[in-house]
């Protein structure tokens, strides 16, 4: 054998003894975890679910790439029903939120070694002065709230902790290239159309029968019931609340555009248009008035984006779309829905929460009452996050509050305007309509309480953001992304510009 094929072969071998380590380790990790369980079993059962839940992530971690679990976890952060909950300590946790953490621990697992790697985001500064601001609203809570505040404001950390913050870092951390970016947004349009058409069998049988299965393991007080307006059934599909669903497909549908401009063949191009079609439908159904507003602005967005010319066909393109949905509905459906935008009770709940929230705002302005403390039980609902925000944070965390929202908008708004024509720019604006619509309805109902849409919301930000990242749009004024960590950046597996066929 010469020394070049000995060299040829060589990283092939190294491999493979790593993962053969790899293997062996998980092995006996396992055995371990599984003999230390068992020595404890009379002590607390939930210890051998523990020992091989430690055992699925320390395989994972040490076998299957980041990027793949993030994979996973979208489909059944949208897919599977929010209904699906556990008790655990007595607190009930969605499917998705016990899965969070699991995916951290694999990252972390991976980082540790040298199989991923962190890195500056343009959010870094936004992020944490709002998690700053939570972290004294969850402080007032505990020193002096009432039980139902602690409580809420218990599940509140979890969730930002794991849920959004994690989350959007991990994506954005873990998906660098186009070629991942695309195949997370053809993933979050595939799962979000078998959710439409869910939510359309719904609406025309009356019934959401994956909502009412009684797991056994839910808490006692969700929502088995099938939602109304105007004596129409209002779709939810998997989501928690019809306005929930209709802020994900409001959030979606630009991504379906996107798609359409950049699929590898015409069949995909196809589907997405396909699915974009469906999604609107199912918006349709969902009789929510914020969503059809946010629907509506985002795709101007993605409209004036794309060129005058791309612009107009697009345009008559979605028009097309809309007037099959009228077919599809009937006069009959859109003329109820539309009766629903005069002044009822819902928008008068939402008018009356502006004087409540500010009368206890004046209480404590600067730091608010704690977080937690406008819950439904002991409180009411109020329809508007930023006014929760303003009542349980104060000042403080309203502002900070914004300041993250507006980040978001202000830096996917530089990506679009600086980057090269191509899959990134368009990707970035199609993230960037999404984040309109999301803030938009942040301001219309209780957003960051939705695990679904606003998880949904930290998946696209952390797309938008890594593509402006490899775009040079990285922390500091402009300046190219300086990652640390001992692997090194993937190059990009496509080029990012021209159409993708």
Request: glycine share 8%.
């Amino acid at each position: 054998m010469t020394a070049g094929s000995r060299n040829a072969v060589g990283p092939v071998s190294l491999a493979r003894h790593r993962t053969v380590l790899a293997a062996g380790g998980v092995v006996a990790l396992g055995v371990v975890d599984a003999a230390v369980a068992l020595a404890l079993l009379h002590v607390n059962a939930f210890l051998v679910v523990g020992a091989i839940a430690g055992l699925l992530v320390l395989g994972v971690g040490l076998l299957v790439a980041s990027e793949r679990v993030l994979e996973i976890y979208a489909v059944v952060l949208v897919v599977v029903p929010s209904v699906i909950q556990v008790q655990l300590g007595g607190f009930a946790f969605t499917t998705f939120r016990l899965f969070m953490p699991l995916v951290a621990v694999v990252f972390a697992v991976r980082a540790l070694t040298g199989r991923e790697q962190v890195r500056r985001s343009p959010l870094d500064f936004a992020v944490v002065a709002f998690a700053l601001a939570i972290a004294i609203g969850f402080s007032i809570t505990m020193d002096g709230g009432e039980a139902a505040a602690r409580r809420y404001a218990v599940t509140r950390i979890v969730t930002f902790s794991f849920e959004y913050i994690a989350l959007f870092y991990l994506v954005f951390w873990t998906v660098r290239d186009a070629s991942a970016r695309m195949r997370m947004t053809t993933i979050l349009v595939a799962a979000m159309t078998l959710v439409a058409v869910y939510g359309l069998l719904e609406a025309a049988t009356h019934q959401n029968y994956i909502n009412s299965i009684d797991t056994g393991l839910a808490k006692d007080d969700v929502a088995r019931r099938v939602f109304t307006r105007a004596e129409l059934t209002r779709a939810r599909s998997t989501f928690e609340h019809p306005i929930s669903l209709g802020t994900a497909l409001a959030m979606t549908l630009p991504l379906a555009l996107h798609l359409t401009s950049f699929a590898r063949r015409r069949a995909g191009r196809a589907l997405g248009w396909g699915a974009f079609a469906v999604m609107l439908g199912c918006l349709v159904a969902t009789v929510s008035r914020g969503p059809y507003v946010a629907a509506i602005i985002a795709l101007a967005l993605v409209f004036l984006a794309g060129g005058a010319k791309k612009a107009r066909a697009r345009l008559v393109l979605g028009l097309s779309v809309f007037a099959a949905a009228v077919v599809l509905f009937g006069w009959s459906l859109l003329e109820r829905v539309f009766t629903t935008f005069a002044v009822d009770a819902s928008v008068e709940s939402r008018l009356v929460d502006y004087p409540r929230v500010l009368r206890i705002f004046k209480e404590q302005p600067l730091f608010g009452q704690g977080l937690g403390s406008l819950n439904p039980s002991s409180f009411a609902y109020v329809d508007n996050y930023f006014l929760k925000t303003l009542g349980e944070l104060g000042l403080v965390g309203v502002v900070t509050l914004a300041t993250l929202l507006v980040a978001v908008i202000v830096v996917l708004a530089l990506g679009v305007k600086r980057l090269p024509p191509g899959a990134d720019r368009s990707l970035t604006a199609a993230v960037l309509a999404a984040a309109v619509a999301f803030t938009l309805q942040t301001a219309t109902f209780d957003s960051l309480s939705f695990s679904k849409s606003s998880g949904l919301y930290w998946v696209l930000v952390g797309l938008g953001m890594s593509a402006c990242a490899q775009g040079g749009l990285s922390p500091g004024r402009g300046s190219r992304d300086r990652s640390s960590g001992a692997a090194p950046d993937r190059p990009p597996a496509s080029p990012s510009s021209g159409r993708r066929d």
